[in-house]
């Protein structure tokens, strides 16, 4: 039913296939596979007896190992008959492999959970936005089913509201495993942000948002805008100029 041939690579996988068998992808390096569907009805009775997974079933599969091992999720192209999947070796981030070595060790996650947590774990802030980009969902609701139960065990914290909530990893959580992972400014909380930003004006008065964020790179830029503005309303900072070339410079104290 397919014709399927195994070749290795040293930095990149490929499967080409309609489907998946992530158990025998993770045995060998490559899996190269290009179906040609012959028979269709088989594939059913083969499925209604528990012989092979449905089509598609495998992606998440994937998406969990890859999750596990802190690597590249995958990328995907697809024409009418066969769909290319390339897979990649490399460890993207070794303090996400922490994280989530510690987590599976001590809390029970579902395959939706870890492929959720893998991604946060990875990118160290995420907006809900985001999330769904990256999960392909398409509402809130939904988007409870991946991430409700990290919330409830404590595993993931959130930041924010409506579209503005951002999911990130607990330093609680961090602390207590004593896992020796190095602070990013990337989950930096707003008090602490609007602190760092104000005393970046004290030694650069004059700055935009964007040259702000230039020096504080770390910071996403909506992070840095959203704490500039908050500033603003505070009375704390004053803007200069039109829209488009608008500085900052620190309020007078009276």
Known sequence: MTES???????????????ADFN???QTCV???????????????????GLME???????????????DSKAYPEIESSYNKVDISLYSKIIDENSLKII???????????????????IA???????????KNLQLTDEERLRGWIGKLLKKGIVVSRGQKKGTAYLINPKLISNAQLNIKASLKTIEPHRLKALILEDLELNPGSSIR????RIEDVTFHDIQKAVYTL???KLLIPEGARKNRIYRLAKKK
């Open 31 to 49: 899996c190269l596979v290009e179906r040609h569907r012959r028979n269709p009805h088989f594939i059913n009775i083969f499925h209604d007896l």
């Open 122 to 132: 990875r990118n160290k802030k995420v907006l809900s936005t985001q999330l769904y």
């Open 5 to 19: 041939s195994i070749k290795e690579y040293k930095s990149i996988r490929k499967i080409r296939g309609g489907s």
């Open 232 to 234: 603003t309303d505070e």
């Open 101 to 119: 070595d510690y987590v599976s060790k001590y809390y029970e996650l579902s395959q939706k959970e870890f492929i959720t947590l893998g991604i």
């Open 211 to 214: 040259q702000i964020h230039k």
């Open 54 to 68: 449905g089509e598609g079933s495998g992606y998440d599969l994937i998406y969990e190992k890859l999750s596990r």
């Open 24 to 26: 025998s992808l993770a």
